[in-house]
């Protein structure tokens, strides 16, 4: 059995299920980044993402994550779909602090993981970028863009992504979308930025995907092409 039919036969619950189709499609548009490559998936959950990394093609991936729980629900479900053999999932407590050594890996990959790390995530940016193999790849994925004026992750709410993160949270709050007892800095509420990415970085090029009028229009007039993208795909090739 393929590794999506694992895992729809090991997993049940309908919204796990759909988060994982969802996942597949957008990674078959950077197939090509992630086809026979060593893989660290940053932020992996309980593997749903390593599963989806599998599918589209990657050689072997190791998964990190801070949640102990979610980690040991993950080693269960890698057992049980029988893939140990090319892929690891393994509890890192400090993410700023990877257990790797440098140029690791062919590619690094964070799916839907640094809208919900406080700010300034500086730190975490160049601790991926320290494990990436000169010609590999960074690829940012399924991450709201702070850039634009509607939190489209969290609250539904205007001008959000904009406000001080004390101001937000009182106005998420007043406006019931958010309750007085929720983790707001971990939330999601604040995306990614293209400019917050790379100025952690150096040496790169910015190779993201580029399929709609807008991106060579924006490219032409010098700005990034992902920078109005609601949910942008990065991707940047360490020199």
């Keep these: 059995m393929s590794v999506r039919e694992r895992f729809f036969a090991y997993e ?37 993402s390593i599963c989806a990394l599998l599918e589209t093609g990657a050689n072997n991936v190791i998964g990190v994550e801070p949640d102990k729980r979610r ?18 999932l393994v509890h890192t407590p ?3 602090r990877l257990p790797f050594g440098d140029e690791a890996f062919d590619l690094v990959i964070a799916n839907a993981v640094l809208e919900h790390i406080p700010q ?10 320290r494990v990436v193999v000169p010609g590999g790849y960074m690829i940012v994925n399924e991450t709201p863009n702070k850039y634009l004026a509607k939190d489209i992750h969290t609250t539904g ?28 800095s971990s939330s999601g509420w604040r995306g990614m930025g293209y400019f917050e990415l790379v100025r952690a970085i150096s040496r ?23 920078i109005l993208d609601p949910y942008p795909t990065l991707v940047l090739r360490k020199l």
């Design 12 to 48: 049940r619950d309908h919204t796990e299920r759909e988060r994982f189709k969802t996942l597949l499609s957008t990674l078959s548009e950077i197939r090509a980044f992630i086809e026979g490559r060593r893989v660290l998936d940053f932020g992996a959950s309980y593997g749903l």
């Design 71 to 88: 980690v040991e629900r993950g080693v269960h479900l890698l057992a049980e779909m029988g893939i140990t053999g090319s892929a690891l």
């Design 94 to 96: 400090d993410t700023r």
């Design 120 to 129: 300034p995530r500086d730190l975490h940016v160049r601790e991926l970028w």
């Design 157 to 184: 709410l205007w001008f959000v992504p904009w406000m001080s993160k004390r101001l937000a949270r009182r106005y998420a709050i007043l406006r019931g979308r958010w309750s007085e007892d929720g983790d707001w």
């Design 204 to 226: 790169f090029v910015d190779e993201s995907p580029r399929n709609r009028v807008r991106h060579n229009v924006l490219r032409a007039l010098g700005f990034p092409p992902q």
